[in-house]
């Protein structure tokens, strides 16, 4: 009877994380916005391939870990058509999931400046329940011994994307086809998510500052909606900091370099601010990025710079 009855609890417990926490959460959403929406590939003229790691709640007994590796660009760096490719894994308790998302996105001018990134994101997963890792509910209970149940999911991303290069506002859905599939073994668990991103980017040319001001807001039922503002400064395009705040859960810092205008390393800490802070030390993250190919300028493009380049000498000639 014991033994029912932890087998029980266990299964509850694991749908319960399942359910809860299905897509993770990273706190520099500003380094991951390909996570979240596929509409942002394609959005910057570039090959970009990003990875980034996360520890979450450090201390506490089975805390969510995350990894993610990304490739994404602009087809020939013309910033009409995106695509991408991500590779996640996610361990929760027991249960460990791994995934792989092919991404397509089409971008679209809206005015001089302003354009929109319309995409989408098929996803295959596999999720994993280690029932050898549980502790067992009486010694020599063998019945945990060599288990592990396995499952698979599919999954459909979309989203959009209006942006400048003054501001941007995204919004994607997630796990959109949820119980719509019946020959996989866990669609019917997967959880509609939502999420919106926007952000401003304020320049100081003279000082070679950039202020960013950003939040994430997103909704996964049955959880309360989460808002996660942001304000990230930046210097020279090389050094970033910024401070973030989710409401009723964590307040965080994260700082990045970046070298040569191809290599970002950023990393980030962010610790709790409800009942879950008496039981570990934080939260880590640390994110790289790189720029495989920057989009050639083109002739006119040479020449304005020339241009502009020789009006400021005149200029500086003419206050001396």
Do not use: C
């Amino acid at each position: 009877m014991k033994k029912q009855l932890y087998i029980f609890a266990l299964i509850v417990l694991t749908t319960f994380s399942a359910k809860a926490q299905q897509i993770g959460m990273y706190s520099d959403f500003m380094m991951n916005r390909f996570f979240y929406n596929p509409a942002y590939a394609g959005s910057k003229e570039v090959q970009e391939m990003n990875a980034g790691y996360r520890a979450q709640w450090v201390g506490f007994d089975g805390a969510p870990s995350s990894f993610y590796f990304n490739l994404m660009g602009s087809l020939k760096n013309k910033g009409k058509v995106g695509y991408g490719l991500g590779v996640y894994n996610e361990n929760s308790g027991l249960m460990n999931s791994t995934g792989i998302r092919l991404n397509y996105a089409h971008h679209f001018k809206l005015g001089e400046k302003v354009k929109l990134g319309l995409g989408i994101q098929p996803g295959y997963f596999q999720y994993r329940i280690r029932l050898y890792d549980a502790i067992k509910a009486d010694e020599g209970d063998d019945v945990f011994t060599g288990n592990v149940h396995s499952t698979n999911a599919f999954d459909i991303n979309m989203g959009f994307n209006i942006y400048s290069d003054k501001f941007f506002i995204m919004a994607s859905a997630q796990r959109i086809l949820g119980g719509m599939i019946k020959f996989t073994g866990f669609n019917s668990q997967l959880q509609f998510h939502a999420n919106a991103i926007a952000g401003y980017n304020i320049q100081f040319e003279k000082r070679k500052l950039e202020l960013q001001p950003s939040v994430l807001i997103r909704y996964t039922e049955p959880v309360p909606l989460l808002i996660a503002p942001m304000l990230k400064l930046k210097y020279d395009d090389k050094y970033s900091l910024g401070v973030m705040y989710r409401h009723d859960d964590a307040i965080g810092v994260n700082a990045g370099f970046t070298w040569n205008k191809r290599l970002t390393i950023a990393y980030g800490y962010d610790i709790s601010i409800n009942a879950l802070r008496k039981y570990n030390s934080g939260s880590h993250e640390i994110m790289l990025s790189f720029i495989i190919n920057n989009k050639k300028p083109t002739l006119e493009e040479l020449d304005d710079k020339l241009n502009n380049s020789i009006l400021e000498d005149t200029n500086k000639e003419t206050t001396n």
